[in-house]
């Protein structure tokens, strides 16, 4: 299966970190490019051990709904959502937090994923999803950084 690995330096405190990645209000404000927003489960605040959220958006032009629930959770240093509905055969993210000598947290998001339909999803994961899925996961981290960063200066 396909594995993403992102990494980001942040200079706020690990708890601010694993607090905003678990937040559906940020991840909906980070996603406006393919305009999703969370339809059922938890759909506002952050996001716990057991909970779901149903996120609904566009992706390659295409209205798409996928559920993850959390399936680990290690304040603040890591939890795992797990898509128990949507288009893949299977993908798990797991979110990494942990505090620097420098003082800043790094954030680790490891994506493993498989796409539908045999080879040919083994094909697309290879030629198109992976590079697509690392983007969205680069930006979401930017916006996590920003939003923590931002409330250390205001």
């Known amino acids: 299966m ?3 690995e992102v990494i980001i ?20 404000r ?13 759909t ?13 958006g566009r992706h390659f032009g295409i209205r798409q709904r996928f559920t993850s629930r959390i399936t680990a959770f290690d304040p603040p240093r890591h939890f795992r959502d797990s898509m128990v509905r949507g288009a893949f055969r299977a993908f798990v993210h797991d979110h990494f937090f942990e505090e620097r000598p420098d003082g800043k947290t790094r954030m ?18 290879r030629l198109i999803l992976t590079a697509y899925l690392e983007r969205l996961l680069r930006g979401r981290q930017e916006s996590i950084r920003a939003e923590a960063e931002r409330l250390d200066a205001g």
Do not use: K, N, Y
Not at 44 to 56: A, C, D, K, L, M
Not at 108 to 125: E, H
């Open 108 to 125: 680790r998001d490891v994506v493993v994923f498989r796409s539908p339909l045999g080879p040919l999803g083994a094909i697309a994961d």
């Open 9 to 28: 330096d942040v200079a706020a405190p690990i708890e601010r970190c694993f607090d905003l990645a678990r937040d559906v209000d940020l991840h909906v």
């Open 30 to 42: 980070s996603m406006t490019i393919s305009g999703e927003s969370a339809i059922s489960g938890v």
């Open 44 to 56: 506002s605040g952050r996001i716990g051990p057991g909970q779901e959220v149903t996120w609904e």
């Open 2 to 4: 396909p594995t993403i």
